[in-house]
């Protein structure tokens, strides 16, 4: 079975802006009707083999996330997750075919200050989905809410890969979308009038989707101002 990685990219930088690390869920991409679905949600690099202890220096900073699942009937069921020692695990038990949806979200990130780098004072939101296919009744991946930007996966009866992005809930048309692979391969696509994209997977290997928006809204969290929100959604797939 394929396994999923949904990665969400987590600007967590100890000596500049271009060290980060990312949140990601790790779930069988197909699921079996009565049997438990196991969802892992890291923290780390996986690229590099890096990935954070629970209750080590790094993670803590990022484990205020919300986990749920979606079920093919839209209706929304928090998940509990368990601290193990490099990842939290949550379990679900599929009792109908569809497609299945787990959802994280992670707007409880405390504000960083970059403008010695010049990126500015911004807030982060980030999100991603997992999608679980139970049987043969096959239906494109809900989204959580609409509060920031996501990857949904779309249902397509073909090889290719099919997602939209959506930003507060429409389409974000025109925006850049970096697909990578693991040995550092890379490319450049841009979302159509949709806010889709679609692309094959030509070789046995990591891919990782990401898309960022910048939000030029100033605000206040937990007493203190930024100058904008940084979004960001990323999904990964382990072909």
Not at 79 to 86: C, G, I, M, R, V
Request: hydrophobic share 35%; glycine share 6%.
């Amino acid at each position: 079975m394929k396994r999923i990685l949904i990665t969400i990219g987590l600007l967590l930088f100890t000596v500049s802006p271009m060290f980060a690390h990312y949140l990601w869920l790790e779930t069988d991409r197909t699921g079996n009707l009565n049997k438990k679905q196991e969802v892992r949600v890291y923290f780390g690099e996986y690229t590099h083999g890096v990935i954070e202890k629970v209750k080590g220096e790094n993670y803590p900073s990022v484990s205020k996330f919300n986990l749920w699942l979606i079920q093919p009937d839209g209706t929304k069921t928090a998940l509990k997750s368990t601290a193990k020692e490099n990842y939290y695990v949550a379990y679900f038990t599929p009792k109908t075919n569809g497609t299945y949806t787990v959802a994280l979200n992670n707007d409880n990130i405390e504000v960083l200050d970059y403008t010695k780098w010049d990126f500015g004072i911004f807030k982060t939101h980030y999100q991603s989905t997992a999608k679980v296919q139970v049987g043969n009744k096959i239906s494109e991946t809900k989204t959580l809410n609409g509060d920031g930007i996501v990857i949904k996966e779309l249902a397509n009866e073909d090889d290719e890969i099919k997602l939209q992005v959506l930003f507060k809930g429409k389409p974000l048309a025109k925006n850049e979308f970096k697909i990578y692979v693991s040995d550092l391969w890379s490319k450049t696509l841009e979302t159509d009038e949709n806010g889709e994209v679609s692309f094959s997977l030509p070789w046995n290997t990591k891919y990782t989707m990401e898309t960022i928006y910048e939000e030029r809204v100033p605000g206040t969290y937990n007493g203190k101002d930024y100058e904008f929100v940084w979004h960001c959604a990323t999904y990964c797939i382990n072909n």
